[in-house]
């Protein structure tokens, strides 16, 4: 789950991370309000979505007074803010963050996240501070400095210092970066979160070290643990269609291209998009119905998969297992006469009782197009396509 920075920093600033004093604001008159309470006259005002890359669409503007808080507010809030994360199509500012301008002396890059060739969470910095991190990584991947944290041992003092040496800093400044690379790590740990991106990190003229930006990403299948993080979720930023799957307990994910995937499992579904990639096709999604697809998840399946108007076919792809085919098959038929699919539908299962599911398909009356193996499936979902 994907949060705003706003609430990122809130977050931060329990665990004493040192941030910007900021506040949310949903309007023109309460940006400038917010700009009253800041220590400083000079404010910076950001849009906030889910995307990086604000500052380069024009979604992050100083302000050196309140006229001009004002204006940039009006300006930017609103708008639709297009960056290299949001796509073509932009986003909606809907939200802001006022905040305190900050006395820049040196800008660096701090992150965490879970390495999973190693299984430990790494702790990166780089002294490309203010960089699109993936750009550095790509052309400077040596600027890039790396510690895999044991997960018996925790995140240890050396470790720390260790980053901070390379990022040049000593004396009070090193201290600052050490504590403040501790308390980034605790609540990483402790929020369990799966992205702590702060870029920049910046080193204040007065030698201290303050998160001027913040990405917060949430494990979800940790949310049991924090249920008072589900009021930080702002639907208006996903995709709708994988808001409404969410409420089925479907796993969807849309792509770009011309055919609906239906499975049961990730991993089938990462092969069948391969498969009909290789077919000539475009899997148009992921959907991912889990161990229990009957009448009702399929049902809602197909009224997601066919909400895209990109979708020209549509492949089933279920290995029955917990789940018996027969009655993933009279499932597809019901939900078929519900829903009333307006393109062709491949149709292919393997596993318990495959053979009684496809007397079942062929017997119910409608034109499905049922396919023995993977390949032979996707073969007949690309010829449906006419590629």
Same mark, same amino acid.
């Given at each position: ?9 809130? !977050? %931060? ?23 009253? =309470?800041? #220590? ?12 990086? $890359? ?8 100083? +302000? ?5 808080? /004002? ?5 930017? %809030? $609103? ?11 932009? /986003?909606?500012?809907? /939200? ?24 430990? *969470? ?10 699109? !991190? ?9 600027? &890039? ?52 991106? &702060? ?5 204040? =003229? ?14 979800? *299948? ?17 995709? #709708? ?11 969807? &994910? ?11 499992? +990730? $991993?089938?579904?990462? +092969? ?36 895209? #108007?990109?979708?020209? +076919?549509? %492949?089933?792809? &279920? ?47 409608? *034109? ?20």
């Amino acid at each position: 789950m994907k949060i705003h920075e706003y609430q990122g920093k809130e !977050i %931060l600033k329990k665990y004493g991370v040192p941030v910007p004093v900021g506040y949310a604001a949903y309007s023109v008159d309460e940006a400038v309000e917010a700009a009253k =309470k800041l #220590p400083t006259t000079l404010a910076v005002v950001k849009a906030q979505i889910h995307a990086g $890359g604000r500052g380069k669409g024009g979604g992050v503007k100083l +302000a050196k007074n309140l006229d001009e808080v /004002r204006a940039r507010a009006s300006e930017i %809030l $609103g708008m639709t803010l297009i960056t290299h994360q949001t796509g073509p199509e932009g /986003r909606l500012v809907q /939200r802001l963050l006022v905040e305190q301008g900050v006395d820049i002396e040196k800008e660096f890059y701090a992150g965490i996240v879970l390495d999973r060739d190693t299984g430990k *969470n790494v702790v990166m910095v780089s002294t490309e501070g203010g960089m699109e !991190i993936e750009k550095v990584a790509e052309e400077s991947p040596e600027k &890039i400095v790396k510690v895999f944290i044991d997960p018996a041992l925790g995140f240890r003092d050396y470790e720390a210092r260790q980053l901070a040496f390379a990022l040049g800093l000593s004396g009070g400044a090193l201290k600052e970066c050490v504590a403040f690379l501790k308390a980034l790590y605790l609540a990483y740990e402790e929020t369990d979160a799966s992205l702590f991106e &702060i870029n920049p990190l910046v080193l204040t =003229k007065d030698q201290k070290m303050i998160a001027l930006d913040a990405k917060v990403n949430f494990d979800d *299948n940790a949310m049991f643990r924090h249920p008072d993080f589900a009021a930080l979720r702002d639907i208006a930023e996903e995709d #709708p269609l994988e808001v409404e799957a969410s409420k089925s307990n479907l796993n969807y &994910i849309k792509l770009d291209g011309n055919v609906g995937c239906m499975v049961n499992g +990730a $991993g089938l579904a990462m +092969a069948t998009m391969d498969i009909i990639k290789l077919a000539g096709g475009e899997p148009a999604n992921f959907l991912d119905v889990g161990g229990g697809a009957n009448k009702d998840t399929v049902a809602a399946g197909f009224r997601i998969i066919l909400s895209d #108007p990109h979708v020209k +076919a549509i %492949l089933i792809n &279920i290995f029955g297992g917990i789940v018996r085919c027969d009655r993933v098959a009279t499932g597809v038929v019901e939900a078929s006469k519900l829903v009333k699919p307006h393109v062709p539908i491949v149709v292919r299962l393997e596993g318990t009782n495959a053979e009684e599911a496809g007397v079942i398909l062929r017997d119910s009356g409608m *034109n499905f197009l049922v396919a023995k193996g993977l390949k032979a499936a996707a073969e007949k979902v690309t010829e449906a396509l006419g590629v």
